[in-house]
């Protein structure tokens, strides 16, 4: 399993304390990043497109946050893609179980996943392992 940087975005101060323990305990992932809404991980993705290195490869989305949601997101990196010299994968992790963010999170070719909080230890090998 090579190594990858994953990001995190999630305006949950708990989740993010726990799923960062989950990602450094799993092995997987060289490095991660934490962002509590998606206008901070928009604005560090503009500031990373210049390096492959320092872009993730993996990105788990709330849908639900402040200041810029994660719909909002997925529309800006729409925007953005063409200049990313890289693919991102991103995971919709969310404890929304409405069919509707499910049925919208399928409206993105970026979306590989929708990921129903908690997130285990499992879910992140399994997303790690995934190529």
């Known amino acids: 399993m090579t190594q990858k940087n994953i990001w995190?975005?999630?305006?949950?101060?708990?989740?993010?304390?726990?799923?960062?323990?989950?990602i450094r305990k799993s092995?997987?992932?060289?490095?991660?990043?934490?962002?509590?809404n998606g206008k901070d991980a928009l604005n560090a993705l503009k500031m990373s497109?210049?390096?492959?290195n320092s872009l993730p490869d993996i990105i788990l989305l709330d849908i639900n946050m402040p200041v810029m949601?994660?719909?909002e997101f997925m529309?800006?990196?729409?925007?953005?893609k063409l200049e990313i010299n890289k693919?991102?994968?991103?995971?919709?992790?969310?404890?929304s179980i409405a069919i509707e963010d499910k049925d919208k999170s399928k409206t993105f070719k970026d979306i590989v996943g929708y990921i129903s909080k908690p997130v285990?230890?499992?879910?992140i090998v399994l997303i790690a392992s995934n190529e």
């Open 49 to 52: 497109m210049t390096d492959n």
């Open 75 to 80: 529309e800006e990196m729409k925007n953005i």
């Open 8 to 22: 995190v975005v999630d305006d949950d101060p708990i989740y993010q304390i726990i799923i960062n323990k989950i």
């Open 69 to 71: 949601d994660g719909w």
């Open 87 to 95: 693919q991102i994968i991103t995971y919709i992790v969310s404890s």
């Open 27 to 36: 092995n997987a992932f060289s490095n991660s990043s934490s962002f509590i």
């Open 120 to 123: 285990t230890a499992d879910d």
